[in-house]
């Protein structure tokens, strides 16, 4: 150890100016003591004692190597983040910074936060969440929090609108399309959390019902939790949805959440 940190500093310090060769007996209080060299660069300095200089230089390589690694992680979280599709409004929402402006937002909150911070449970269920509700009463925010956790997590995430997902199965139907219908339908069904915004926006062609089904559905098969996002209550999303599939999305223990408080969305 003594030796490795001598010779470390040795290298650290030839770079920086030649030793002058003067030496001097000193102690250091922890390590007792050790041969300090004078060194001529700037004003001069006398080198410290190697074992306290060897820790210094291992937690500094320590602290870069963690920093190194927190960096990978901060892109690979970025790249996943890009990959969840949050819309750019929503990008800073998160659990903490959601106004809890009611006992009805407290429970919302709970649930929700709860559902994602059990993500390992809820993909092994398959759990889904149906948020309905009132506009601007956070049912997006309450959603993308869950999505920005869950890919903390390590989990992936993607946040579509009905109709992007819609449309991104229909462009498969073009001419020359490089995917097919089938690709566009399992980017959909494989990450492990799909965020579903806007149902019953529109009130859909058979077709456009179709895809929906094929997508919930095909999520369902494979055990893969959906979050349902919907002005609709909930008389109006089974009339939209099919008893059907609402059914599925609430096996396995799937919740709804009634977001019957009013908008605090504030003018800004
Ligand atoms: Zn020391």
Not at 104 to 122: E, H, M, R
Request: net charge neutral; aromatic share 6%.
């Amino acid at each position: 150890m003594e030796t490795l940190a001598a010779r470390t500093i040795g290298q650290e310090l030839a770079q920086m100016a030649p030793s002058d060769r003067r030496t001097e007996n000193r102690n250091c209080e922890e390590h007792g003591g050790y041969v300090s060299r004078h060194f001529s660069f700037g004003k001069g300095f006398w080198s410290p004692c190697p074992v306290c200089e060897g820790a210094r230089l291992e937690a500094q390589a320590k602290a870069d190597s963690e920093k190194a690694a927190q960096e990978r992680r901060d892109i690979g979280m970025r790249n996943a983040m890009r990959r969840a599709a949050i819309p750019p409004r929503f990008a800073d929402r998160r659990f903490s910074n959601f106004d809890v402006t009611c006992e009805g937002a407290g429970k919302a909150l709970a649930t929700v936060q709860q559902y994602a911070d059990d993500f390992k449970a809820t993909l092994d269920a398959g759990r889904s969440l149906i948020l309905v509700g009132n506009v601007g009463a956070g049912k997006t925010h309450l959603a993308t929090s869950a999505a920005h956790r869950v890919i903390e997590l390590g989990y992936s995430a993607v946040f579509s609108s009905v109709m992007e997902a819609v449309r991104s199965v229909k462009e498969t139907y073009r001419r020359g399309s490089e995917r097919t219908e089938r690709d566009a339908i399992d980017a959909l069904i494989d990450p492990d959390l799909l965020i579903l915004d806007e149902v019953g926006v529109q009130f859909g062609s058979d077709a456009e019902k179709l895809i929906l089904f094929e997508i919930i559905n095909g999520r369902y098969e494979n055990v893969r939790p959906t979050i349902i996002i919907s002005n609709l209550d909930m008389e109006g999303l089974k009339s939209h949805l099919g008893d059907r599939v609402v059914d599925r999305l609430r096996e396995g223990g799937g919740k709804l959440v009634v977001f019957d408080w009013p908008s605090h969305r504030r003018a800004a």
